[in-house]
Antibody
Framework: QVQLVQSGADAKKPGSSVKISCKAS????????FSWVRQAPGQGLEWMGR????????NYAQKFQGRLTITADEFTSTVYMQLSSLTSEDTAVYYC???????????WGQGTLVSVSS | DIQMTQSPSSLSASVGDRVSISCQAS??????INWYQQKPGKVPELLIY???NLQTGVPSRFSGSGSGTDFTLTISDLQPEDIATYYC?????????FGQGTRLEIK
C-alpha cells in the first residue's frame, strides 16, 4: 500500500527555517509528482509548490519564491520541503501529496504541524 | 493567475438531501478541476478528478460535472458521514489553486 510518512511536529522561532521530510513507500518514486500544501489553523488549503523527481524540476507559488525549496532523495524515496525566514503567519499543518499527470492528489501524508512563535 | 470562486462557503442540509457545491473559474480551464473532502481533523481526500471522474473507493452518491468555467460537485442522498469541508482545485496552469472551501453541516 502506497504511503507518505512525514516527519513530526516542529516548533520554530521567527526568522528561522524548517525542513520537513516526506518518505514514500509502496510505489514507484520517479513516476509521480510530489507537492506541498499547507493549511493554517481554521483556514483552507494553500498550494506551495511541487517537484517532479524524474525531471528534477520544481515549481513554486509566487508567494513563497525565494524562501521555499523542495528537494528529493531518490535513493531513500524521500521528498523534503524547506521554508526559511519563518514568521507567525507560517504556523500551519504542512502536507505532502502525490499525484500523477493531472495534479490530482490521491495520496497524502499525515501532515506536520509547524508552530512559529517567539 | 486564474481565480476560483467556490460557493457557498457553508451549507446545511438534511440526511437524504441532494447537495450541490459550485466552483467558477475566471477563464476557461477545460476540465482541469479536482474535488476533495476534508473531514474535521483529518487529511484531505480526493473525490473527483478531471471534473467528473469518481476516484476509486468513493461512494457513487458523489458526482462532478461541468467544463469551461463552471463546475459542480453534487452529493445525492446526503449521509451523516459526509460532514466535511469540500474544496475544488484548479490545475490548468500554475499556480495550482484551491477554492475557499465549503463547510457542509447536517441539519
Amino acid at each position: 500500500q502506497v504511503q507518505l510518512v512525514q516527519s513530526g511536529a516542529d516548533a520554530k522561532k521567527p526568522g528561522s527555517s524548517v525542513k520537513i521530510s516526506c518518505k514514500a513507500s509502496g510505489g514507484s518514486f520517479d513516476s509521480y509528482t510530489f507537492s506541498w500544501v499547507r493549511q493554517a489553523p481554521g483556514q483552507g488549503l494553500e498550494w506551495m509548490g511541487r517537484l517532479i523527481p524524474i525531471l528534477g524540476k520544481s515549481n513554486y507559488a509566487q508567494k513563497f519564491q525565494g524562501r521555499l525549496t523542495i528537494t528529493a532523495d531518490e535513493f531513500t524515496s524521500t521528498v523534503y520541503m524547506q521554508l526559511s525566514s519563518l514568521t507567525s503567519e507560517d504556523t500551519a499543518v504542512y502536507y505532502c501529496a502525490r499525484s500523477g499527470a493531472n495534479d490530482a492528489y490521491n495520496i497524502w501524508g499525515q501532515g506536520t504541524l509547524v508552530s512559529v512563535s517567539s | 493567475d486564474i481565480q476560483m470562486t467556490q460557493s457557498p462557503s457553508s451549507l446545511s442540509a438534511s440526511v437524504g438531501d441532494r447537495v450541490s457545491i459550485s466552483c467558477q473559474a475566471s477563464q476557461d480551464i477545460s476540465n482541469y478541476i479536482n474535488w476533495y473532502q476534508q473531514k474535521p481533523g483529518k487529511v484531505p481526500e480526493l473525490l473527483i478528478y478531471d471534473a467528473s471522474n469518481l476516484q476509486t473507493g468513493v461512494p457513487s452518491r458523489f458526482s462532478g460535472s461541468g467544463s469551461g468555467t463552471d463546475f459542480t460537485l453534487t452529493i445525492s442522498d446526503l449521509q451523516p458521514e459526509d460532514i466535511a469541508t469540500y474544496y475544488c482545485q484548479l490545475y490548468d496552469n500554475l499556480p495550482i489553486t484551491f477554492g475557499q472551501g465549503t463547510r457542509l453541516e447536517i441539519k
